[in-house]
Nanobody, 121 residues
Framework: VQLVESGGGLVQTGDSLRLSCAGDGGAFGGNHMGWFRQAPGKGLEFVAAIGRSGTTYYADSVKGRFTISSDIYKSTVALQMNSLKPEDTARYFC????????????????WGRGTQVTVSS
């Protein structure tokens, strides 16, 4: 069972990127799925999550700019990022949370290796 992120890259301020997280072996299984990011020298920061029923949650810093979505049948979770800012530069990770405490890293039991997003000014 694993999660694999893709879609990162180098973009300019104001650009958009779409990250994707693909799961296999039943990685999703009705769990909450979330995106976190880690900037150099900092800890993991909650970005967005989507619950079993499709309810979405966002950090204040990305609300209105980022959109999380999932396709259960394809076992993918996407993060559409619009109006990117230099402060969005980080490595982005997707994870699986069986408990639903979506903003706490300790509630996640499976992580991908991440994909780098760099936003130049």
């Amino acid at each position: 069972v694993q999660l694999v992120e893709s879609g990162g890259g180098l973009v300019q301020t104001g650009d958009s990127l779409r990250l994707s997280c693909a799961g296999d072996g039943g990685a999703f299984g009705g769990n909450h799925m979330g995106w976190f990011r880690q900037a150099p020298g900092k800890g993991l920061e909650f970005v967005a999550a989507i619950g079993r029923s499709g309810t979405t949650y966002y950090a204040d810093s990305v609300k209105g700019r980022f959109t999380i979505s999932s396709d259960i049948y394809k076992s993918t979770v996407a993060l559409q990022m619009n109006s990117l800012k230099p402060e969005d530069t980080a490595r982005y990770f997707c994870g699986r949370s069986p408990s639903g405490w979506y903003s706490y890293t300790s509630s996640y039991d499976l992580w991908g290796r991440g994909t780098q997003v760099t936003v130049s000014s």
